[in-house]
C-alpha cells in the first residue's frame, strides 16, 4: 500500500511528470513529445503549485519512498473539465509501472474525502475511451458535457 502525502512546490518537477503522463494515447497512437505540457493549456494545470484552492496528494511506494503518482485539484478558469468557477479540475496519473494496482482508486478516495471538506464538488476531463472513465463513475462522477470523445464529469459532495 503507499504512502501518502500532500504535494509540495518542490514536487514541481515529479508534478510535471504526472501531467504528461495523465495525457491520454489511444491505442496504436504515439505519445506527444513531452513538451506539450509548456504549453498553456496544459501548463495551467501544475505552474506555481501551491496557490489558494490548490489541494493534493502524492503516492509514495512503501518500500523505496520513490513517488509513483499523484493526485490534484486546481481551480481553473478555462481547463478542459471546467464548469464553474469555484469547482476545482481533479488531475491523476500514476506512473506506469504501478498501475493496475489500485493506487489511483487510493488517491482519488483521499483526495476526495480532502476535496469535500473544502468544495462542493470537483469535475474533470477524461476521454470515453479510458479506462479510467469507469473508476470515475464508481466513484460518484456523472457525465455533465460530452464532447466528441471527450466527457466532462462532475463529483458533488453531500
Do not use: C, H
Not at 14 to 43: C, D, H, N, T, W
Not at 58 to 76: S, V, Y
Amino acid at each position: 500500500m503507499p504512502i501518502l502525502r500532500p504535494i509540495t512546490p518542490d514536487d514541481s518537477d515529479f508534478l510535471a511528470e504526472m501531467l504528461y503522463q495523465a495525457i491520454f494515447v489511444s491505442e496504436g497512437m504515439a505519445p506527444p513529445p513531452r513538451k506539450i505540457i509548456r504549453q498553456p493549456e496544459l501548463a495551467q494545470y501544475i505552474e506555481n503549485w501551491g496557490r489558494t484552492g490548490d489541494l493534493g496528494l502524492l503516492a509514495l511506494d512503501e518500500t523505496t519512498q520513490a513517488r509513483i503518482g499523484a493526485a490534484w485539484l486546481r481551480l481553473l478558469p478555462n481547463g478542459y473539465g471546467f464548469v464553474a468557477a469555484d469547482i476545482p479540475e481533479l488531475s491523476i496519473a500514476v506512473d506506469a509501472s504501478f498501475r493496475g494496482r489500485g493506487i489511483g482508486r487510493q488517491l482519488m478516495d483521499a483526495l476526495l474525502q480532502k476535496a469535500a471538506a473544502q468544495f462542493e464538488a470537483v469535475s474533470l476531463s477524461v476521454n470515453a475511451q479510458n479506462q479510467a472513465a469507469a473508476l470515475y463513475q464508481q466513484l460518484g462522477f456523472i457525465t455533465v458535457k460530452r464532447n466528441q470523445t471527450t466527457l466532462t464529469m462532475k463529483r458533488i459532495f453531500p
